[in-house]
């Protein structure tokens, strides 16, 4: 089975500040990870992914993720927060050996303030 | 690139009427769709996977025979909502997984369903 954690049900960051969002997961076979946003009443949209290669992923809007086997964590980041950056994010994953179901956190609220 | 879209995005129904939600790929082949739903600041729970000419698999405790789904070509799958009912009420989200050993899922978005 897999599975995906979000610690944090909420994160707070100034503008310009960076931000962190904590991913956490766990696989069987190689992960293949994901993160996307989504803005109110809308569907989610396509931030980045790691499959193979470079363990640090840059991605869309300037975010970027590190994939850490041994801590089995996908944290999403980005060096200067923007108000617009506010939004829900999530982390999935899947088996890359095999299925192509994706397994989503429990999602992250991101709050840019001013 | 990676389109997908969703048809309608909104829908207010009375209870017990069937309501039917286009999922589209507009400029991409999608030979696999998904199907979920997602409730209030909660995360998707995947509802069914469908394949292109082939019969949906639906996730454990999802009524097949309430969540019809046809995925009748390569660019369009339907989630139809028969006999709905209040509790029916939700987000449905649809994604589209592209031909050829694509990785990623590209999301439609959304139809929020009201049934009174």
């Known amino acids: 089975a897999q599975s995906v954690a979000q610690p944090e049900d909420q994160v707070n960051v100034a503008e310009g500040n960076p931000l962190t969002v904590k991913c956490t997961y766990s696989?069987?076979?190689?992960?293949?990870l994901f993160w996307y946003v989504q803005y109110p009443n809308r569907g989610l949209q396509f931030l980045l992914k790691?499959?193979?290669?470079?363990?640090l992923v840059k991605g869309s809007y300037g975010f970027e993720a590190e994939f850490n086997k041994s801590q089995t964590s996908f944290h999403l980041k980005k060096p200067s927060a923007l108000v617009s950056d506010s939004a829900l994010y999530f982390c999935a994953v899947r088996d890359g050996g095999g299925g192509n179901k994706l397994t989503f956190g429990t999602g992250t609220q991101l709050k840019v303030e001013l | 690139g990676a389109v997908v879209s969703q048809h309608p995005s909104r829908v207010i129904c009375k209870s017990g009427t069937s309501v039917k939600i286009e999922c589209r790929s507009l400029?991409?082949?999608?030979?696999?769709m998904f199907w979920y739903r997602q409730f209030p600041k909660k995360s998707l729970m995947l509802m069914a996977t469908?394949?292109?000419?082939?019969?949906?698999?639906?996730e454990q405790g999802v009524e097949k025979d309430k969540f019809l789904i046809n995925h009748a070509s390569l660019t369009l799958s339907t989630l139809t909502v028969t006999s709905a009912h209040p509790e029916d009420s939700s987000f449905y989200i649809c994604?589209?997984?592209?031909?050829?050993?694509?990785?990623?899922?590209?999301f439609g978005p959304g139809t929020r369903l009201l049934v009174l």
């Open positions: 994604s589209a997984l592209g031909q050829g050993g694509a990785v990623t899922q590209y």
């Open positions: 469908s394949n292109e000419g082939s019969k949906a698999t639906y």
């Open positions: 400029d991409f082949q999608a030979t696999t």
């Open positions: 696989v069987s076979g190689n992960p293949y």
């Open positions: 790691y499959i193979t290669g470079d363990n």
